[in-house]
């Protein structure tokens, strides 16, 4: 790289750095309310753009009601992204502002790893917190379970949830996969063995837990009851901080959709004695996910609702590989990639990878019946909600994400310039800034190695020039501009500097962290390693 430099490219490349060092101002400009808002912030897990009732009309499902009423009542954001196409990365994005080569966290913690996201990274609920809000997490954590890792020292005064993907232990009743997994048991090491060996991506040695602050209050825990616990606690937060009268920011990091799937059985049908090919547990899946939203914009509603920002959207797209029990990209289908072999969803930086369905909703702030296409992201989240409790983020760091105030409050159309999209799984290192999205232009310069349903796996392949598609005309992302064209040619200058530009800004980012991905047995959660499968149960 340093050979092709010139005064003039290192010159927009330290332009560039300044722009970067601060938070987009797009809401700099907007009144603040008189008390500080609530913000319920739900994320959901491994979710299609096309799982929205309200993105798909045409469909005439009815899959989404709630959500569909929230879209009615609020602003809908066509054009938002997840950070990452896969679970850590894109949750670290979302509570830092910064892309994963800036915050450390590139591709997924496990069940024994030993930290998390790295602790000199400041999260948007620390920064509340400080502030005085009361902060409550529910969900799935994922970023870290031992210690100073864990969400009560990361900014949530109150946890209760999962610590990684609701796949990363076994349960005494499964839910629905692929391969389908067996239950927890209390047979010997050579038994665990064969098992995984067997179901492929099965945890057998230890239970999923259920954490309520730091401590394991149940081991396994039931995925067919989660759902009501997670709607009780919502409703015990959010009352309680209304009778004390201090803002709070909830939240909510889903199970759904992400496999194992386990939605209301009908009532002839035995827990024990499912059939894991039906085609419609996906649909009750994302209706009983759908039935949460509501209970939990029903209570906002009752209590606060003119003070009370609720902003819904997924961490990635659909996990294909799970074939019957994945959602749906809607129009965005990767078509380039898939007419070759592999997945164009979940760990890719196709449209369906990370094209996420999004919802805000805020009466009296944000217009009813809207609708946005400006240029978003999961990043947006940290800058907007401390814009709006009026917080002011650490100078000490560079950020990623704009402040969407604006946009949400307003109408303003102005999203990102520019969005990278980074490797999570695929094709390429991980968190590497390998795609490009500018206007309705978006620039590949890797493609493939991720599966798809039915084990089918692309050749990973590196394009210079890039493949640049024209999403406007083709958002099925199927046939790339010819490189001979004036528009090409124009695009791919533009995209080529900007990425060189922030590649240099983070080279020369002295807050970068990097994350420790060290694993170790003893670091799995375990409520009493004396049981198999570590198993309890102290869940009043």
Same mark, same amino acid.
């Given at each position: 790289?340093?050979? +092709? ?10 332009? #560039? ?31 299609? /753009? ?24 609020? &602003? ?80 949530? @005064? ?16 499964? +839910? ?45 825990? @039931?995925? /067919? ?66 039935? &949460? ?29 799970? #074939? ?11 078509? /380039? ?129 890039? &493949? ?67 198993? #309890?149960?102290?869940?009043?």
């Amino acid at each position: 790289m340093a050979e +092709g430099f010139t005064p003039f490219l290192l010159s927009g490349m330290l332009m #560039c750095g300044l722009l970067l060092h601060t938070v987009s101002q797009h809401g700099a400009n907007v009144d603040k309310p008189s008390k500080k808002p609530n913000f319920i912030v739900i994320l959901a897990d491994d979710i299609g /753009w096309g799982d929205l009732d309200a993105n798909q009309p045409e469909e005439k499902a009815n899959n989404t009601p709630y959500l569909n009423l929230m879209a009615e009542q609020g &602003l809908r954001l066509t054009d938002f992204h997840s950070p990452a196409s896969t679970c850590s990365p894109s949750r670290a994005a979302i509570l830092t502002g910064r892309y994963g080569l800036r915050n450390g966290v590139t591709h997924n913690f496990a069940v024994g790893s030993v930290a998390g996201l790295p602790l000199a990274e400041v999260t948007f609920p620390q920064l509340l917190q400080k502030a005085g809000y009361y902060t409550a997490m529910i969900g799935k954590w994922h970023l870290g379970h031992n210690g100073p890792y864990g969400p009560t020292n990361r900014g949530f @005064d109150y946890y209760l949830g999962i610590p990684y993907s609701n796949d990363m232990g076994c349960t005494d009743v499964p +839910g629905y996969n692929l391969p389908q997994c067996p239950p927890c048991d209390s047979f010997g090491p050579q038994v665990i063995r064969l098992k995984r060996s067997v179901h492929g991506g099965c945890y057998s040695k230890v239970g999923l837990p259920l954490i309520e602050n730091s401590s394991v209050v149940e081991q396994p825990l @039931d995925l /067919w009851t989660l759902t009501e616990q997670y709607k009780s606690a919502a409703t015990r937060i959010i009352q309680n901080a209304r009778e004390r009268g201090q803002p709070y920011l909830l939240y909510v990091a889903l199970a759904h959709m992400h496999v194992p799937l386990a939605p209301p059985l009908p009532p002839d049908v035995s827990a024990n004695v499912r059939h894991p090919d039906d085609s419609r547990v996906y649909t009750a899946s994302l209706q009983e996910m759908d039935s &949460l939203v509501g209970l939990v914009k029903s209570i906002s509603d009752d209590t606060d609702k003119d003070n009370t920002l609720i902003w819904f959207t997924g961490d990635n797209g659909p996990w294909e590989q799970k #074939c019957q029990y994945a959602g749906s990209v809607g129009p965005f289908m990767g078509k /380039w990639q898939t007419s070759r072999g592999g997945g164009s969803a979940k760990r890719t930086t196709w449209e369906g990878g990370h094209r996420v369905p999004t919802v805000t909703y805020w009466p009296g702030r944000i217009p009813a019946n809207a609708t946005s296409s400006a240029l978003l992201s999961g990043m947006d989240i940290f800058p907007t909600l401390l814009s709006l409790a009026g917080v002011t983020p650490p100078s000490d760091r560079r950020y990623d994400g704009i402040d969407a105030t604006n946009i949400l409050l307003h109408g303003e159309q102005t999203g990102h310039e520019f969005l990278f999209h980074p490797n999570s799984g695929a094709a390429g290192k991980f968190g590497d800034l390998q795609t490009v999205r500018t206007g309705k232009h978006k620039a590949y310069y890797i493609t493939g190695a991720a599966e798809a349903c039915g084990g089918a796996t692309g050749s990973q392949q590196l394009h210079d020039p890039p &493949l640049i598609f024209d999403l406007q005309r083709d958002e099925a992302e199927e046939t790339p501009l010819d490189v001979e064209t004036p528009e090409y040619q124009t695009v791919a200058e533009r995209i080529a500097r900007r990425r060189e530009e922030l590649l240099w800004d983070i080279a020369t980012d002295r807050s970068v962290s990097t994350a420790d991905y060290s694993t170790d047995a003893s670091a799995a959660p375990c409520c009493d390693p004396g049981r198999p499968v570590c198993r #309890c149960h102290t869940l009043g």
